[in-house]
């Protein structure tokens, strides 16, 4: 991060965090009724590279739907504000979070404990603003394509081990919005993987699934850009990303 002049009002993402989980709840509760499996979750995610970390709260929306072809849909959206540290450009609060996670997963033939399928996940962090020790923020986006493969045990107290490889990963860092002598740079991720642990507890209140995940991606490819009218190398780092949280379905 280099330093930049503006940045966005301080109250801004919190404000559009609580607009955004205001209408997703909304849009749960009216499709409760129907077939469809609403959930809710509230966790912490802590994201960490060899330079800086963030962390932070975080509440999600999640949304599944078996098919009679035996195929399952999810969706999950999960929204928090993050702490930004780093020993070499200070910390940042209020740093807006979003990541998505989109899954369609099938039974393996004799193995029905067993299912896999294709997923894909977006993250979105908006680090725009000025750090403690004046370093400026750019937004980073990252796009990537799972191979999901599930081991589920249908039981009183049902449980779920989740895991991934990466297939293809894009991460795009607006470098541009730092300054004008830099260039938006896009690296390829090619090398990751993640699990995931649940289980659930059934209750008077709705069903509980407490859960923990953990998702670690490989050096991406180089890619030659301007930083401060200079032509340099840049990758995007090996980082890995912990969250841990509590579903609610709601009946």
Request: glycine share 10%; proline share 5%.
């Amino acid at each position: 991060m280099t330093p930049r002049p503006r940045h966005l009002p301080a109250n801004f993402k919190p404000a559009l965090l609580s607009v955004s989980l205001a209408l997703a709840v909304g849009a749960a509760q009216a499709q409760a009724a129907d077939s469809n499996d609403w959930r809710l979750s509230l966790g912490y995610q802590h994201y960490s590279e060899s330079a800086m970390r963030l962390q932070g709260p975080e509440l999600g929306l999640h949304w599944r739907r078996p098919l009679s072809s035996g195929l399952q849909l999810e969706a999950e959206g999960l929204m928090g504000v993050q702490h930004y540290s780093s020993d070499r450009t200070g910390s940042l609060n209020n740093v807006f979070n979003l990541d998505t996670r989109w899954r369609v997963l099938q039974p393996l033939g004799a193995l029905p404990a067993f299912s896999y399928g294709l997923a894909l996940h977006t993250h979105f962090n908006n680090l725009r603003g000025v750090t403690t020790t004046g370093y400026g923020g750019y937004d980073r986006i990252s796009t990537q394509i799972w191979l999901p493969v599930r081991w589920s045990i249908s039981a009183e107290q049902p449980w779920a081990l989740d895991a991934g490889a990466l297939l293809w990963g894009q991460h795009v860092s607006r470098l541009s919005q730092v300054g004008s002598g830099n260039s938006d740079v896009t690296n390829v991720q090619r090398s990751g993987f993640y699990l995931q642990g649940s289980t659930t507890v059934d209750s008077s209140y709705g069903a509980f699934t407490p859960y923990v995940r953990w998702a670690w991606v490989d050096n991406s490819d180089e890619k030659v850009v301007q930083l401060s009218g200079l032509r340099q190398r840049v990758y995007e780092p090996r980082n890995n990303r912990v969250d841990v949280g509590l579903q609610w379905r709601f009946r």
